[in-house]
């Protein structure tokens, strides 16, 4: 699927030095930059319009992101989210392919090359998306508030895109949630203040490279909550028709933690008067309809402050954990139900005459506004499946197939396991399709084997009544 | 039961299957019975004891059986640690790992949690085939079908084998009962075989349970009696010699048990009547060899030199040392103000204390009735076995009396018993057979035939004729014999056992399925409202705190908090160093100046008080106090002084009245911290001990209290867990007290610079108000 670690340095080598993006090749003639600041992540869409001013049809531009993103954390970087789409005039949007250069310039940026699908011609333009999400960029300010004040977070960016291209116009938009910002970046009356949007701009004739940092600092009291562990399985049973979800949650309160010590009465004085709160109260979690037999336990056992909704179109189990989470502290819980599994599976005859099945089941679902750090998917087929194909509509993952024995199997059963850092809850649309065939010669394994082994517990213990060990006679009493 | 002589070949054939069928319903009643608490909260260890053997079984299942043995706990009894492998039975862990392994070689996915709380509801289900095997050794089929049913159901076992409930004594009862029927197996049948099998339940029992004790001295004080009523024979001495060899070798293999049968007292008897039944079997050898008048002069001179030695040797070795002394323990056992005087941390658990009349029928409704005529009716046979249910009876109810927790021993011999009573009754008034003439040679035949028939059939007489009253006189159909006597016997005898069904289920539901850790409370539209405060705080603990942190808490929650918390503790239920108990009890008793070295000298992180005033949940560390007060008392008299709780008029009081030494403790202090706040203006009542706690809001000059070396860290819900959080030394060298005192008064004076005078208290409450 990818190129070799070699490969791919030397062809970003060539492109960064035999390609280098000349400013003259684009102007970017009208850019509308919004950030979004509601979730606990930082998500920031562009929409452009993109015009080739140099002399040549191109098949290439650039784009920048900031290297800050990556050497973040060794393990899992902070860009979560990273999609370039060409719009077309019937706003119908096509994904692009690009290419992360290593190299970080001066500025701190690492430019990214996007491939068009046909060469832009000269002087014709394209509208283009640009939609990235960042994660643990937004800090609590100040780090440790007291348990009755709000927690503030800060934003930094910049005011105008990072473009190694002139832009004609810019406007950015900073949206934060329920509350205008309550201190920000200012020069004269720009941003423009709207509710709880910021306007920026616009700017007009914007050089190449230009590099404007700005700060927003707002009230969010909101938890921001950050899974550090997502484990889920998915056990599909064709004897029992049950599509069997299993989610392990290990999550944390990423806000500003409590200055002084927890204290019960005012909690309860907050409760009471219904005030939002930077701790995690409960949260909601949709569910796909036709659920049933929904749990919320953790390591010591059933959680029983859980309701569940069942309303036949958008199902919630509204799950409260044993203590209100505030910034900084820890919890971990296990959340499962069940489905029919008819639902997701599909079964189609194919040239052969062989039964072939579908499975598509969302790769992520569960909780809102929070992101993942890593996340396991595995999906259990059942006993004796051969496995045609795995895909996913979240292409970020990897892949590793293991076999598992249950239920006194006799070959065991497929797992299919696709490991994914850095998710948001906004990739829950994200589909996992799993393609399989049931041999009838691996069904017939199982009841084979037990009845085996029945039939020998049997005659062993007919052949062993029937051994006399006594010493001497057996005398009857 | 003796078959019916009319019943058609094909029919006795199906007998023993209907048996087994019958048992295996008495095993799924048994189960399905133990199962309230499962159905009404979850698959959760119940109580205290069941956590740390959960907490071991998972240790052993996640290492191997060796590191088991060798564990070394350094996560309880900070900082001494527990020896945990060697100070253990393992034989529940151990049962529950073979279990789970042969599930997983099996790759059936069984949590091992869920086989823990199985257990004790999978091996009453065993008790119960096992009392039917020993009861029908007893008299017969029938018999121990009703016994099995009986064991089944009686809350006195229940009581202790509740789903969840995953103590030694779940599979303990289990063993004990099979290790007595083999007994009187290898007593009938003289094998060494049997033997051999009682010896291996015997070992398996001892790796089970310290009540082991109890089967070591009653099957020597069987074998005593047999030879003392001149019934010795080779059947006894194989079945003894081969069970006492093997099972006391076998016994010393568990490291906690390892040389005590040589050299404990409690040891001591069977030890005793093994040397004599070797000696009787020689004389019995020497007798059949040597002429009778040789032969008395032996007797009388070896028995003399043998008693003398026997007897100096032992006060030898128990002078020297070599026998260990009688425990605390043992001394309770004979005389129940021993523990309250000498040993106050055995009296301080409910389960030592004396039974209370009630709970001997609350445990066993009819059978403690049934009980005395089982007895007697096996006393009109006396085989051998009978004289150990009679032996059993007598000290099972004896010890039953003393210590609440030995119910669990008596209920099995009550079962045996009634059931033994009531199918006698059974076998009388079902038998069809009806003597219309000769009425009263026919009795004479049957007395023949059967002495015990005889004694029953009497005595059923009387009854009956009681129950007919003056009108049975010479008609032949009214009487013994008659269908209404019959019908109203079996009747009211069908009317006890629903009765008794009935009974059961209600205690047992009502009383033995609370797992404690979670509380089940009633809203006003008659749901469930589950209180769920002690699982809230141990999690919180679990998650929020650095995984090395010690937690001081009163030594009852110490298993809960090893196996929900996961955090180290300084003392817990195994109450094995009572000065480290005396240490924690002194250390909450104190004053906060006198606590804090204290706590810092045991590198205290964190203190867990339980606090129901909220609530009212009377189990709470206030009740509880006096115990600590009093066990600190018995290390350190001159520091630690009961009657300082205590008002002028004696009267231990929490409110406005409480002495000084009760108010500045540090466990109330802790308890009732910021309590007052609660009520605002309202009077603070603690709803446990209905008194007023002073609330600053409402009169002036009580002081609110302070906290200086401890602060608050965590409260659950309903208040009922309170976790303290041990400050640092201050930075400054201060002590405690004078930093808060400088902190609080630059706050206060700051606040009189900007505002109207407002308190501490009421700062807070503002500040609350204005988000």
């Known amino acids: 699927m990818r190129f070799s670690i070699v490969a791919s340095a030397l062809l970003a080598y060539a492109a960064t030095v035999l390609s280098a993006p000349s400013p003259s090749d684009f102007k970017v003639v009208n850019m509308l930059r919004t950030v979004d600041l509601m979730k606990a992540y930082v998500r920031d869409s562009s929409s452009f319009i993109l015009e080739n001013t140099s002399s040549e049809p191109k098949s290439s531009f650039y784009l920048a992101v900031n290297s800050s993103y990556f050497d973040d954390d060794e393990t899992t970087p902070k860009l979560a989210m990273y999609e370039v789409k060409l719009k077309a005039d019937d706003a119908s949007t096509t994904p692009l392919e690009f290419e992360i250069a290593p190299e970080v310039n001066e500025d701190g940026m690492r430019l990214v090359e996007v491939a068009l699908k046909t060469p832009l011609e000269v002087g014709s333009s394209q509208t283009i998306q640009l939609v990235t999400a960042v994660v643990r960029e937004l800090s609590p300010i100040p780090k440790k508030i007291k348990q009755s004040e709000p927690q503030n977070l800060m934003w930094e960016g910049t005011k105008v895109s990072y473009m190694p291209y002139p832009i004609v116009k810019q406007r950015t938009k900073v949206k934060t949630a329920d509350r205008p910002p309550n201190a920000y970046s200012k020069h004269i009356d720009d941003p423009l203040v709207e509710g709880t949007t910021l306007t920026y701009g616009p700017y007009n004739d914007v050089e190449p490279y230009a590099y404007d940092p700005i700060l927003v600092k707002y009230e969010y009291n909101i938890p921001v909550i950050e899974v550090s562990k997502l484990e889920r399985e998915l056990w599909v049973s064709h004897t029992g028709g049950n599509l069997a979800t299993e989610e392990r949650y290990w999550l944390k309160n990423a806000g500003a933690e409590l200055k002084d010590n927890f204290s019960r009465i005012r909690w309860q004085a907050s409760t009471m008067a219904r005030e939002r709160t930077p701790a995690l109260r409960s949260a909601s979690v949709h569910l796909r309809p036709g659920v049933r037999d929904v749990y919320f336990t953790d390591e010591i056992g059933n959680v029983s402050t859980s309701n569940f909704r069942d309303d036949p179109r958008s199902p919630i189990m509204e799950i409260r954990p044993r203590y209100p989470i505030f910034g900084g502290w820890n919890y971990s819980f296990t959340l499962g139900w069940n489905h029919d599994l008819g639902r997701s599976l599909r079964s189609l005859v194919d040239s052969e005459g062989e039964t072939v099945y579908v499975l598509r089941v969302p790769l992520i679902e569960g909780l809102m506004n929070v992101y993942y750090n890593e996340v396991e998917v595995s999906v259990v087929l059942p006993e004796a499946a051969e496995i045609l194909s795995v895909e996913s509509t979240y292409t970020d993952v990897t892949e590793e197939r293991s076999l598992l024995f249950s239920h006194l199997d006799a070959v065991g059963r497929t797992v299919v396991k696709l490991k994914a850092k850095n998710m948001i809850d906004e990739q829950k649309r994200s589909e996992l399709y799993v393609t399989y065939t049931l041999p009838s010669n691996g069904q017939y394994a199982k009841p084979m084997l037990v009845a085996t082994a029945l039939i020998t517990v049997f005659f062993a213990v007919i052949v062993l009544g029937r051994i006399d060990i006594s010493i001497g006679k057996t005398k009857t009493a | ?309 026997g007897v100096a040797g032992i006060v030898g070795l128990t002078v020297s040392g070599v026998i260990a002394p009688w425990t605390g323990r043992f001394y309770s056992l004979w005389d129940t103000g021993y523990a309250k005087i000498h040993i106050p941390i055995i009296a301080s658990v409910s389960e030592h204390q004396p039974t209370a009349w009630p709970s001997f029928f609350f445990d066993t409704f009819m059978l403690i009735w049934l009980f005395p005529a089982g007895v007697y009716v096996v006393f009109q046979e006396l085989r051998d076995e009978h004289l150990f249910v009679i032996i059993y009876g007598i000290l099972a109810s004896y010890f039953a009396g003393v210590m609440v927790r030995l119910m669990l021993t008596l209920t099995p011999i009550v079962c045996v018993c009634g059931a033994v009573a009531l199918s006698n009754i059974l076998d009388i008034y079902t038998n069809l057979e009806k003597p219309v003439e000769e009425e009263e040679e026919k009795k004479e035949e049957k007395e023949e035939a059967s002495p015990l028939k005889k004694a029953t059939t009497s005595l059923i007489e009387d009854e009956a004729s009681i129950l007919s009253l003056g009108s049975m006189s010479k008609k032949p159909l009214i009487g013994v014999y008659s269908n209404w006597a019959r019908g109203i016997v079996l009747g009211m005898f069908t009317l006890y056992l629903y009765m008794f069904v009935q009974h059961c289920t209600w205690v047992t539901s009502n009383a033995y399925s609370s797992p404690s850790v979670v509380l089940a409370s009633q809203m006003a539209d008659g749901s469930q409202h589950i209180i769920d405060d002690f699982r809230e705080a141990y999690y919180w603990l679990r998650k929020n705190t650095a995984e090395d942190a010690k937690v001081m808490s009163w030594w009852d929650y110490g298993y809960q908090i090893g196996g929900m918390a996961d955090r180290t503790t300084l003392v817990d239920n195994n109450t094995w160093n009572n000065t480290h108990i005396a240490t924690v009890g002194k250390a909450m008793s104190s004053r906060e100046e006198v606590s804090y070295p204290i706590l810092r000298k045991h590198d205290v992180d964190y203190i867990l008080v339980i606090f129901g005033g909220l609530l009212g949940y009377s189990g709470d560390d206030i009740n509880k106090f006096l115990w600590m007060v009093r066990i600190a008392e018995g290390i350190w008299p001159e520091e630690v002084k009961e009657r300082d709780f205590f008002t002028a008029r004696g009267e231990y009081r929490v409110d406005a009245e409480a002495t000084p030494t009760m108010k500045n403790s540090l466990m109330y202090k802790m308890s009732y911290y910021r309590f007052a706040d609660v009520f605002g203006r309202q009077p603070a009542i603690d709803r446990v001990r209905n008194q007023r706690i002073p609330s600053p809001m409402q009169d002036a000059s009580a002081a609110p209290i302070e906290l200086s070396s401890v602060e608050e860290a965590f409260t659950s819900e309903n208040w009922i867990v309170r976790i303290y959080k041990v400050k640092e030394l201050d930075p400054f060298g201060r002590e405690h007290a004078a930093a808060t005192a400088f902190e609080s008064g630059k706050k206060k004076s700051g606040a009189r610079g900007r505002t109207a005078p407002v308190g501490g208290h009421a700062k807070g409450r503002a500040r609350v108000l204005r988000v």
């Open chain 2, 1 to 309: 039961m003796q078959l019916p002589t009319s019943l058609p070949p094909a029919a006795a054939n199906a007998l023993p299957l209907l048996r087994t069928l019958t048992l295996f319903t008495i095993a799924g009643a048994a189960i399905a019975s133990r199962l309230f608490s499962v159905v009404r909260f979850e698959s959760i260890i119940h109580e205290f004891d069941p956590w740390f053997n959960f907490r071991a079984t998972k240790y052993l299942v996640a290492n191997d059986f060796y590191s088991f043995l060798d564990w070394f706990d350094d996560r309880t009894w900070y900082p001494l640690g527990r020896v945990t492998g060697g100070t253990l039975y393992p034989g529940l862990m151990v049962t529950s790992a073979l279990i789970f392994h042969g599930l997983k070689a099996l790759t059936l996915p069984v949590d091992i949690r869920n086989i823990c709380v199985m257990l004790a509801p999978v091996f009453s289900g065993l008790t119960a085939y096992a009392t039917y095997l020993f009861t029908r050794e007893m008299k017969d089929h029938s018999a121990g079908l009703l016994a099995a049913a009986f064991i089944g159901i009686a809350p006195g076992y229940i009581s202790r084998s509740v789903a969840g409930s995953y103590d030694n004594e779940a599979i303990a009862i289990t063993l004990l009962m099979f290790t007595f029927y083999l007994w009187i197996k290898a007593l009938k049948l003289g094998s060494a075989f049997w033997g051999a099998l009682t010896a291996l339940f015997y070992f398996y029992m001892v790796a089970a349970w310290g009540g082991y004790v109890f089967i070591t001295n009653i099957i020597p004080l069987h074998a005593l009696v047999l030879v003392i009523m001149g019934r010795y024979s080779s059947r006894l001495y194989v079945a003894y010699s081969s069970w006492y060899a093997l099972g006391t070798l076998a016994s010393m293999q568990i490291p906690f048990v390892g040389f005590l049968p040589i050299r404990s007292s409690e040891h001591m008897g069977a030890l005793g009547v093994f040397g004599l039944l070797q000696l009787v079997g020689f004389a019995v050898y020497v007798r059949a060899r040597v002429p009778s008048k040789q032969f008395k002069v032996l007797v009388v001179g070896s028995v003399g030199a043998l008693v003398v030695l």
